[in-house]
């Protein structure tokens, strides 16, 4: 993959997070303003949520260090990871919608 091939394909997926991050701070907002139980259950997926947020920072970084052969499995590796997180997103927006 070339060097400019590797930097769109960096910054889609920079781009892609920070649009997640927005969903992620709605979560924590309609999570201050819910009744107890729906407050759980938004405080469970908003530790989900972070934990997945943190690793595809980390996979990320590394992408950005890597190259050859080490570029082409950890990009393998943070698509699994990044679709995981694209399904949570998901499922926890159809969840709890109001």
Known sequence: MSDESKKAYIEKLEAKLKEWTAEFDKFKEKAKNSETKVKEEYHKKIED?????????TRI???KESSGGTWEELKSGTEKVWQEMKDAI???TS???H
């Open 49 to 57: 949520l972070r934990a997945r947020r943190e690793d595809i920072k």
């Open 61 to 63: 970084r590394k992408l």
């Open 90 to 92: 998901e499922k926890g």
């Open 95 to 97: 969840k709890f919608k």
